[in-house]
């Protein structure tokens, strides 16, 4: 399966080199084998200094732009970073652009291409990789260095035979490291946040999970069959929502909310070919134990003919009540905060 290495071009400044290098690099290595090249001009995706509010490790992202960007670098197997040298350091632009993610970054390899005056871009570099590491982006080495004297004339990049073989090498290892460490971006099983790249998946699979519950009550009128991918991001914003990943699918999935005193559970699924292995249950205890401390009751509401998610809630300690909205039931048992 080809990989997805997204080319960041670090510099944004009118005038600026970085486009040549990137330019350079993409012919080098355009017959590698195994990877889909794919550019992302920072000028052009243009974040402003970091201004979410929340810690970009939740995942949780306020503004439209963050959100491009998560998507983005989320969708990449393996990173170039095309990045000058400005003051010994990295320039501002890349690190405000590794700040305002996380988890979109790790597992995945990266390589670099500096460039600058004296130092051939190589402190730049240096500094960058610091940061890349902390991460959980591992640099596999065998960089690429310019110095803008020595191999940069008329504004591109020198070609040489010796440089574009050093570019195509060092590629086809990050492919291949790329390949190597996308098990363990996926963990079999584990509960986590969803985040706003999952949206999409959540969509597909509350649809494919709904079909059942229409069969089952006899209506479509169930909001789940029908949620839009804008309404289920903006759900994330709602609700706190965990996934599991089975082979780097989503499979399973729930959310839970504070309402009054009580803590609603909602979205309980898991894919057709996933059940029968305890993920609900699993998922159903994880979203129990995240209760506030307050909260009286956990709540829940399933189809008055929903007999197999009625079974599962009862063993799980809930009862029925009375007042569930037409067509539905609604369950709870007591939270002992
Ligand atoms: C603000 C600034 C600081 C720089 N500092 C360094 C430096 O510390 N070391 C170096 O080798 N080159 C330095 N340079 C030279 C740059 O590496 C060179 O101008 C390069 O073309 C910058 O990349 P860009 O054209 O893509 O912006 C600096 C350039 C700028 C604009």
């Known amino acids: 399966m080809s990989k997805k290495i997204l080319l960041v071009v670090a510099s944004t400044r009118p005038g600026r080199l970085g486009p040549a290098v990137a330019t350079w690099f993409q012919q080098a290595v355009a017959t590698v084998p195994g990877a889909d090249l794919e550019i992302a ?18 995942g949780i992202y306020h503004h439209e732009h963050t959100r491009r960007w998560s998507r983005l670098v989320d969708s990449a197997d393996g990173f170039v970073f095309v990045t000058p040298e400005y003051n010994f350091g990295m320039p501002a632009t890349l690190k405000n652009a590794f700040d305002h993610l996380s988890r979109e970054w790790a597992w995945k390899p990266c390589l670099f291409v500096g460039y600058g005056n ?3 871009g190589t402190r730049g570099v240096q500094m960058a990789r610091e940061v890349a590491a902390n991460l959980r982006m591992p640099a596999i080495g065998g960089d690429i260095y310019l110095r803008i004297a020595d191999d940069v004339a008329n504004g591109a990049v020198i070609d040489t035979e010796r440089r574009t073989a050093h570019a195509r090498h060092a590629f ?25 790249a999952d949206a999409a998946e959540l969509t597909v699979l509350q649809r494919a999970c709904w079909v059942d519950e229409a069969i089952a009550n006899q209506t479509l009128d169930l909001p789940a069959l029908h949620e839009s991918l804008e309404q289920v991001s903006s759900g994330l914003d709602d609700w706190t929502v965990w996934v599991i990943r089975a082979g780097g699918r989503l499979v399973a999935s729930a959310r839970a909310r504070r309402e009054g005193d009580a803590w609603q559970i909602g979205r309980l699924m898991v894919a057709p070919d996933h059940r029968h292995r305890g993920l609900g249950r699993q998922l159903l205890a994880h979203a129990e134990q995240a209760a506030p401390p307050g909260t009286q009751t956990i709540t829940l509401s399933t189809g008055a003919h929903s007999s197999r998610n009625q079974a599962l809630y009862r063993q799980a300690g809930y009862e ?5 909205p037409a067509g539905t039931v609604s369950l709870r048992k007591a939270h002992a905060s």
């Open 41 to 58: 001009d920072l000028a052009a995706v243009g974040l402003p200094f970091l201004d979410e509010p929340l810690h970009p490790s939740t």
């Open 118 to 120: 004296t130092s051939a």
């Open 172 to 196: 086809t290892q990050l492919i291949r490291t790329a390949g190597i460490l996308r098990p363990l971006r996926t963990e079999d099983g584990q509960i986590t946040r969803a985040t706003y």
């Open 320 to 324: 029925l009540t009375a007042d569930g």
